[in-house]
């Protein structure tokens, strides 16, 4: 059994996007722009998170650069940002919206071959104000899918060739094929399946044995889900709102967020740490040309 415990006393707005690259662990408090590290090693009461950056406008997520120790890739207001170990933010590319609302960045992740795939959503989370994104090395951001709610924890298998993607509201979680060669999508298929009263699927990350994380929101629970489909485990969470799901190590990191509770508790909003009991796999970086982004 999995027992999870604050870090420290942070409490978050709405944390998300935990990341370990092998080194360390990032996530990001959204609606503050805030990009946050831990103290390692990553345990229980480890202290308080350190500052790495602050942007004016939301911060969704963010992938390790290739080969630029300190700069991260952004998903960040309605576009794409390079952050720099000085955490000043230089946009680098802006998606083409979906919808005539105001609207924003969600979860993003890099892929094997350094792709960026990033949701969005409508800020009001209107239906199908949402899509999902794919920044491409060469610079070419792509459209690749429309309809979506709130786009959420795009996650890979450990070869590559199956996407799963959230989303959230939904309660849905699919699974996609994946070219290699090319990033192209195809055969949708139906993963997960959640009523509402079960919580509301949103982080996701794939572990060492090719099994999926999925954080649920609003039920206060991560479940470990097997690649057919079952749930293999479920680990009670003790904040309402449990957002993203980061192994480092055999460390288990749940990211929650306290917005819109009007009673929260002593944990919403906690970053939450235990032991997993299997390995996680380090975020994969991004290799994308830094000029100016287009699409096709």
Known sequence: MTNLTALGADRLELGEGGRWDGERVVLVDIPAGRLLTTATPLRPGAGALTELARLPEPLA???PVADRPGTWLAATGTGFALLGPDGRATPVASPEPVT???WRMNDAV??????FWAGS???????????????DPDGTVRTVLRGLTIGNGPAFSLDGRTMYLSDTPLGHVDAFDVDPATGELSGRRPFLRLAAAEG?????????EDHLWVALFGAGEVRRVRPDGTVDRRVTVPARQPTSVCLAGTMLMVTSGRGGLDDP????????????GVAGVPVLPVRVALG?????
């Open 61 to 63: 997520a963010v992938a």
């Open 100 to 102: 005539a609302k105001p």
């Open 110 to 115: 890099a892929d094997r071959a350094g792709r």
């Open 121 to 135: 959503m409508a800020c009001d989370q209107s239906p199908r104000g949402g899509a999902l994104y794919r920044l």
């Open 200 to 208: 509301h699927p949103d982080g996701l990350t794939v572990d060492a």
């Open 265 to 276: 508790g002593d944990a919403d909003g906690a970053v939450l740490v235990g032991d997993a």
């Open 292 to 296: 100016e982004a287009r699409r096709p």
